[in-house]
């Protein structure tokens, strides 16, 4: 199952509001999960299920959709969240990750 | 607190065999799913596969022909090999646990810091 983000990249500023899009190439229910990576760290599990916020994820994270067409939002952006985000197919194996989206400070 | 360290050398020669070793604390092995994942330099995330503790494994049908994945649960440890090795398997490579959730995949909760693995002459 291949999983396409976007965009690749995107500029923003402290304090808005951004949205990352992840389109599968077959449904796959609800079985999708967002990741953040720092940059030299290990990813960071932060919503699976589309839409359930791991514990200790801050509720300015949060995901919707279902089938093929996913979304992350990410609110009152802080400097710490200008990393880079994936997401990940937990339908069926192999596991797929999509590309990654960097997020940077405008 | 549940913690994953891999070990390994991080120079493989080419067409030698890479070998990596996680190791658990914090947690027993007798139970989940237990993954490798690799992300070459600059670039994305690849799934290379899981060893359940029982021993029943899955790999990713991209590297199967070169992987072996085991678990040694007498030391709460479990390894990865892979054989004949190229550039194109220089990557940092990361173990993870994954906890099941009653349908579709187990979803990877728990990544080790991960450990550069060159592949040069």
């Known amino acids: 199952i291949q999983l396409t983000q976007s965009p690749s990249s995107l500029s923003a500023s402290v304090g808005d509001r951004v949205t990352i899009t992840c389109r599968a190439s077959q449904g796959i229910s609800s079985y999708l999960a967002w990741y953040q990576q720092e940059p030299g760290k290990a990813p960071k599990l932060l919503i699976s299920?589309?839409?359930t916020l791991q514990s200790g994820v801050p509720s300015k994270f949060s995901g919707s959709g279902s089938a093929t067409d996913f979304t992350l939002t990410i609110s009152s952006l802080q400097p710490e969240d200008f990393v880079t985000y994936y997401c990940?197919?937990?339908?069926?194996?192999?596991?797929?990750f999509g590309q990654g989206t960097r997020l940077e400070i405008k | 607190q549940v913690q994953l360290q891999e070990s390994g050398p991080g120079l493989v020669k080419p067409w030698e065999t890479l070998s990596l070793t996680c190791t658990v604390s914090g947690d027993s092995i007798n139970s989940d799913y237990w993954s490798w994942i690799r992300q070459p330099p600059g670039r994305g995330l690849e799934y290379i596969g899981y060893v359940y503790y029982s021993g029943t494994t899955y790999y990713n049908p991209s590297l199967k022909s070169r992987v072996t994945i085991s678990v040694a649960t007498s030391k709460n440890q479990f390894s990865l090999k892979v054989t004949s090795v190229t550039a194109a398997d220089t990557a940092v490579y990361y173990c993870?646990?994954?906890?099941?959730?009653?349908?579709?995949?187990?979803?990877?909760?728990?990544w080790g810091q991960g450990t550069l693995v060159t592949v040069s002459p």
């Open positions: 990940q197919q937990h339908h069926s194996y192999p596991i797929t």
């Open positions: 299920g589309a839409s």
């Open positions: 993870a646990r994954g906890l099941y959730p009653g349908s579709g995949t187990d979803i990877i909760d728990l």
